[in-house]
């Protein structure tokens, strides 16, 4: 069963970069065809996709966040990271990262999901 768990700071001030990173267990993040996304949800809003890192490095983001987000990966530690920098109050969220095919089915999928981190953005 693969698992995923979000970690990193929970306040961040504004202009700061926020900086978070997902571990995953129980399959590795360079299994052919998978991808590994980040998505947050502001308060009183819904789902935003934010970006993804697809099993051969490659990265996709979303072209309203595309001058601030950055997504990296470490296999030796078979986790992936985001940041997101000049973050306003308006980054507040839960920040959420999500794993599952993205190769080879007609739709990326989203099997797999932390639990979410809740990230604020306050002086």
């Known amino acids: 069963q693969v698992q995923l768990r979000e ?3 929970g306040l961040v001030k504004p202009s700061q970069t926020l900086s978070l990173t997902c571990a995953v267990s129980g399959g590795s993040i360079t299994t052919a065809y998978y991808a590994w996304t980040w998505i947050r ?11 993804v890192i697809v099993y051969d490095g490659s990265t996709y983001y979303s072209p309203s966040l595309k001058s601030r987000i950055s997504i990296s990966s470490d296999a030796s530690k078979n986790q992936f990271s985001l940041q ?16 599952g095919l993205r190769v080879g089915v007609p ?17």
Request: glycine fraction near 12%.
């Open 41 to 51: 949800q502001a308060p009183e809003k819904g789902l935003e996709w934010m970006g």
């Open 7 to 9: 970690s990193g700071p």
């Open 84 to 99: 997101l920098s000049a973050v306003t109050p308006e980054d507040t969220a839960v920040y959420y990262c999500v794993g």
């Open 107 to 123: 739709e990326p999928r989203y099997d797999y999901w932390g639990q979410g981190t809740q990230v604020t953005v306050s002086s």
